[in-house]
């Protein structure tokens, strides 16, 4: 009789190993000069924008500093990055997305209908480059962010322009208010998903909400417009939609 097979041994590949997007180093390198050009073309593109807004060029200078300086997201075993993704139940991949460019912002934001007497809310608002299209419209501007490090270094630099940069988790931001509502949503897992779809149903009926890549599949979310856009990473669809629930679901809501 032979021993019995040992166990297999845990993979020491975690589920948020960056080594799981590996590429060859030619398409690597490929890629790489392929966003250093669109990041360029980009920077070039948001600061002629700006112009007709000077006051909106110093926070955006602020901004591309402090990405110089540093990223949120290089260190990705610090303590700080370890006790946010517990608080928040989201993985460190749910974090990494590219930025979205200031000309895709502003239109995707003139598509949805956004002006003076607008309120604009980023889940996940990054260096803030959405909240600054939003007042480039003359909306209000808030962002939340869960990295406490990153909203310290950001936040000043926004507040002159009048937009609001805090910490706190996107499933649990006060929303009554927003009349746009921004978020990547294609980052997300299936269960942060489900979470946000939950919180989202706390908007006002008529929200109107921003996603990338994807829509909102969730009944209540309707609208499904999408025009395809320019990100870092390449040309994406954005989708427009409108929060209207049910007589049965706000019902519901009432008495919960």
């Not at 979205?100 to 990054?126: H, I, N, Q, Y």
Request: aromatic share 10%; glycine share 8%; proline share 7%.
């Amino acid at each position: 009789m032979t021993d019995p097979a040992p166990p297999p041994k845990p993979s020491s590949r975690s589920d948020d190993a960056l080594d799981a997007y590996e590429l060859p180093f030619w398409e690597r390198l490929l890629l790489q000069l392929l966003g250093i050009v669109i990041a360029v073309v980009l920077r070039v593109t948001d600061l002629l924008l700006l112009l007709p807004r000077p006051r909106l060029v110093k926070p955006y200078m602020g901004l591309w500093w402090q990405r110089i300086l540093r990223t949120p997201y290089s260190a990705r075993r610090t303590f700080e990055m370890a006790r946010v993704l517990q608080s928040s139940g989201q993985s460190f991949r749910e974090l990494m997305y590219g930025e979205t460019p200031l000309v895709t912002a502003l239109w995707f934001l003139r598509k949805a209908g956004v002006g003076r007497g607008s309120r604009v809310v980023d889940l996940g608002a990054g260096r803030g480059r959405v909240l600054l299209a939003a007042r480039w419209w003359g909306a209000e501007a808030h962002g939340v962010e869960l990295i406490a490090d990153h909203v310290a270094r950001v936040a000043p630099w926004l507040q002159p322009a009048g937009i609001t940069l805090t910490v706190g988790d996107m499933t649990r931001e006060p929303l009554g208010d927003a009349t746009h509502i921004f978020c990547n949503w294609v980052a997300f897992s299936p269960e942060t998903k489900a979470r946000l779809v939950a919180h989202l149903r706390t908007c006002a009926p008529g929200t109107r909400i921003i996603t990338v890549t994807r829509p909102i599949q969730a009944e209540g979310f309707t609208g499904h417009a999408c025009h395809w856009m320019l990100f870092t990473w390449g040309f994406e669809k954005v989708w427009l939609q409108e929060y209207r629930p049910s007589p049965n679901d706000r019902a519901e809501q009432g008495s919960a």
